[in-house]
């Protein structure tokens, strides 16, 4: 599975988007991108994924850019409870059972303040 | 509501004991995991099953164990073969392509 790079950190005001970014450029065509995230001290929880095309949940919104090098996570309207660290994940879906190996790097820790 | 219960929360070993960690879930899911985090890390791999009685290493299998009679349940066996157990353990469970649901860990410590 592709390898993921993302900052170490960030800030953002509460009310605003944060736009979380992640690199992925060797990102394979069958690859997709998941966003997790981590709340200090609990299991994480999954946002959203796509493969080519832009998705929005009730959550956020993923943009993959066109080559699938990068994507970014947006959260539209941060609050203090979004503050945590967000997982970028590449992996391929195998079908039935090859959920296995979502590698989880370092992630960005995003801290939304008052 | 549907979920994945891991427990204990927080758990205590002596040097040289065996410790179990408990996993169920009830969300009817094929596959489950069983990851460990280190302080400031991601997530590493230690087993995965895809089906019951049926089980694969991962990334960092020494030390540990597992079993899968039940669908339901996946606990995992901490050995005294593990030389640096002090770490926050998570279980997961997916169906078929849905990403991973995760509990809320265990937090295991020598004593």
């Known amino acids: 599975d592709a390898k993921t790079t993302q900052p170490p950190s960030m800030d953002c005001a509460e009310g605003r988007a944060a736009n979380l970014p992640c690199n992925h450029s060797?990102?394979?065509?069958?690859?997709?991108v998941y966003w997790y995230r981590q709340i200090h001290s609990q299991g994480p929880q999954y946002i959203i994924h796509?493969?080519?095309n832009n998705e929005t949940n009730e959550m956020a919104s993923l943009i993959i850019t066109e080559d699938r090098k990068s994507s970014t996570l947006i959260l539209p309207h941060a609050t203090l409870r979004d503050t945590a660290v967000y997982y970028c994940i590449v992996r391929v879906d195998r079908g039935r059972g090859s959920q296995g190996n979502l590698i989880f790097g370092k992630g960005t820790k995003l801290s939304v303040k008052p | 509501d549907g979920g994945i219960t891991q427990s204990p929360k927080y758990l205590f070993r002596k040097e040289g004991q065996n410790v179990t960690l408990s996993c169920e879930q009830n969300l009817n899911h094929d596959a489950m995991y069983w990851y460990r985090q280190d302080p400031g890390q991601g997530l590493r791999l230690i087993y995965y099953s895809q089906i019951v009685n049926d089980f694969q290493k991962g990334d960092i299998a020494e030390g540990y164990s597992v079993s899968r009679e039940k669908k339901e349940s996946f606990p995992l066996t901490v050995t005294s073969a593990q030389k640096n157990p002090t770490a926050f353990y998570l279980c997961?469970?997916?169906?078929?392509?849905?990403?991973?649901?995760f509990g809320d860990g265990t937090r295991l410590s020598i004593l």
């Open positions: 997961a469970s997916s169906a078929g392509v849905q990403p991973q649901h």
């Open positions: 060797t990102i394979s065509g069958n690859e997709y």
């Open positions: 796509g493969l080519k």
